[in-house]
T-cell receptor
Framework: NAGVTQTPKFRVLKTGQSMTLLCAQD?????MYWYRQDPGMGLRLIHY???????AKGEVPDGYNVSRLKKQNFLLGLESAAPSQTSVYFC??????????????FGQGTRLTVV | AQTVTQSQPEMSVQEAETVTLSCTYD???????LFWYKQPPSRQMILVIR??????QNATENRFSVNFQKAAKSFSLKISDSQLGDTAMYFC??????????FGTGTSLTVIP
């Protein structure tokens, strides 16, 4: 049972380059999220999706775009990478439960370095 | 907006001893969930324990237990009989309707042999 899978796990980019991070979940979860983790700042929400074909901005969306064309996939794009985007990126998903809330399930993270 | 505060950036504990990690949160909602996640050096985020706000009984999971004080908006994690494998970053998280999650800045815990 794979859960949430992120690719790639590591990446080095030059300033101005573009890339896409892929997140795939096999739990049929409705909600998916992209977070970035920086030292001393915890996890900050970049963008999220409440269902196939929908996306919304989180706390730190600038410089990123997302797409959710299929329910199981959530893509995070960097159009023109900047050193400030050096971070560890986490994808997560959660299930919509009537009258309740499940926890967020996380991928293994992607360490991105922009030089 | 919800905020989650972890005021202890770093903590250490002797192996086999007990340690308590603090977390406070701010919300105007009455129905919500609280979580503790563990992030070992492998970077994987692992759920340690969860608490539903409508439940008065504190959650426990083996050596891990919480002290949930709803009126004080406090949600601390107690780790008993600490083990070397407990060395990790611990994040407190708040979950609300609409499947929105808010995370604290984390506490780095080191278990000393």
């Amino acid at each position: 049972n794979a859960g949430v899978t992120q690719t790639p796990k590591f990446r080095v980019l030059k300033t101005g380059q573009s890339m896409t991070l892929l997140c795939a979940q096999d739990m049929n979860h409705e909600y998916m999220y992209w977070y970035r983790q920086d030292p001393g700042m915890g996890l900050r929400l970049i963008h999220y999706s409440v269902g196939e074909g929908t996306t919304a901005k989180g706390e730190v969306p600038d410089g990123y775009n997302v797409s959710r064309l299929k329910k199981q996939n959530f893509l995070l794009g960097l159009e023109s990478a900047a050193p400030s985007q050096t971070s560890v990126y986490f994808c997560a998903s959660s299930h919509l439960m009537t009258g309740g809330l499940t926890e967020a399930f996380f991928g293994q993270g992607t360490r991105l370095t922009v030089v | 907006a919800q905020t989650v505060t972890q005021s202890q950036p770093e903590m250490s504990v002797q192996e086999a001893e007990t340690v308590t990690l603090s977390c406070t949160y701010d919300t105007s909602e009455s129905n919500y969930y609280l979580f503790w996640y563990k992030q070992p050096p492998s970077r994987q985020m692992i759920l340690v324990i969860r608490q539903e706000a409508y439940k008065q009984q504190n959650a426990t999971e083996n050596r891990f237990s919480v002290n949930f004080q709803k009126a004080a908006k406090s949600f601390s994690l107690k780790i008993s009989d600490s083990q070397l494998g407990d060395t990790a970053m611990y994040f407190c998280a708040f979950g609300r309707a609409g499947n929105q999650f808010y995370f604290g800045t984390g506490t780095s815990l080191t278990v000393i042999p």
